[in-house]
């Protein structure tokens, strides 16, 4: 399982960028965007269930939105009005949906190698 996260960049604060991964993963994979800052642990972001159903760490509600194309096999992260605590590595995550808990990092056995999302003032 191969995982390859792109759209990474550096905005002022209010812009917006979209992550994407693209991974070649049935279905019954379920897939999260995680993030981790400097001297920080690996926090969960945004997950996906195999419902569709979505969830969203507080920090981010109501400005990021994940979305998955399976056709394309590209996980999305849509992240508006960004905040300088924005700015961390971003990663994309998958196992298997009977597997996978979110946010807990232990559930996710697939990893991409990182995004960096940089948010200035």
């Known amino acids: 399982v191969q995982l390859v996260e792109s759209g990474g960049g550096s905005v002022q604060a209010g812009g917006s960028l979209r992550l994407s991964c693209t991974a070649d993963?049935?279905?019954?994979?379920?897939m999260a965007w995680f993030r981790q800052a400097p001297a920080k642990e690996r926090e969960g972001v945004a997950g996906?269930?195999?419902?569709?159903?979505?969830i969203y760490a507080d920090s981010v509600k109501g400005r990021f939105t994940i979305s998955r194309d399976f056709a394309r096999k590209v996980l999305y992260l849509q992240m508006n009005s960004l905040k300088p605590e924005d700015t961390a590595m971003y990663y994309c995550a998958a196992d298997r949906c009977a597997f996978s808990f979110f946010p807990d990092v232990l559930r996710y056995n697939y990893w991409g190698k990182g995004t960096q999302v940089t948010v200035s003032q």
């Open positions: 993963l049935h279905e019954t994979y379920c």
């Open positions: 996906l269930a195999l419902d569709h159903s979505t």
